[in-house]
């Protein structure tokens, strides 16, 4: 029989969309083909798979890789599908994951040359967006510090397409101790803001972007707090060379991180 919105394991996986029973658990929802291909492809990370039949028959790759990691595999009715996802015409799979947090000591000890850091970002679709672009620019860590948004929230793993299981996901309450720990790992600390006396494109023309970095980040809304700003290396601001008043932040940071993966490279 397929489980149904009722069905006591679906019941306990739909409570994983508040951000207290995934605290709580250490599990969080991963939906659609995309993020469930990619959370397989990390090594004990799914934890079950819910799919309709018509969805498991259409991914069948996926529910064999499952079955080959002894995941279980639960065929599901439309409406349990429904309650498990949070868009508005789900694909038919949702999987049941553990958190990936790695410790920042562990993630900084792996010599990273690329790291960004999200310090109290609180829309979890920006946060996605820029972790997704981070991971395309190469970096290896994703750091959300201080009053940070919850990176297994339904939206910001949505937004990351699958990038979330690709890099080291860190959880860091003070943001200042992060910088720290950052600088004496090797790394230069950037803060991205739009009043930093700093020009990116001068920074990139004298070679300053080819060291290890990690580039701050602050909220849309409001922006990186002064003593951020002030603990990091230097700040940096993109140039603009139309009539924009500003770039949002999920763009600010593609270009910033574009520019040191380039230097890099």
Request: some cysteine; proline content about 5%.
């Amino acid at each position: 029989m397929l489980f149904t919105p009722r069905t006591p394991r679906v019941v306990a996986a739909r409570r994983l969309q508040r951000r207290r029973e995934r605290d709580a658990t250490g599990r969080f929802l991963a939906e659609g083909p995309q993020a469930v291909r990619e959370a397989l492809g990390r090594p004990r990370t799914v934890l079950e798979l819910f799919g309709t039949p018509a969805a498991l028959d259409r991914y069948a790759d996926l529910a064999a890789a499952a079955a080959r990691d002894d995941v279980p595999v639960s065929e599901v009715t439309d409406d349990a599908v429904a309650a498990l996802a949070e868009t508005v015409a789900p694909q038919g799979l949702v999987a049941v994951c553990q958190h990936l947090d790695v410790a920042l000591a562990v993630a900084l000890s792996r010599g990273p040359r690329l790291v960004a850091v999200l310090a109290g970002i609180r829309d979890p679709g920006n946060a996605g967006t820029v972790l997704r672009t981070a991971d395309a620019a190469g970096a290896t860590a994703v750091i959300f510090a201080g009053d940070a948004v919850d990176p297994y929230n339904g939206k910001c793993v949505r937004s990351s397409a699958g990038s979330l299981f690709h890099v080291d996901v860190v959880r860091e309450r003070d943001p200042v101790a992060t910088l720290t720990a950052a600088r004496a790992a090797g790394l230069t600390v950037l803060a991205a803001t739009g009043h930093g006396e700093d020009d990116l494109d001068a920074l990139a023309d004298a070679g300053r972007l080819a060291a290890p970095t990690a580039w701050l980040f602050g909220s849309e809304a409001h922006g990186l707090p002064a003593e951020l700003a002030e603990a990091a290396d230097a700040r940096v601001r993109v140039p603009l060379h139309g009539r924009a008043e500003s770039l949002n932040l999920a763009a600010a940071a593609a270009v910033c991180l574009y520019a040191s993966a380039r230097a890099q490279r």
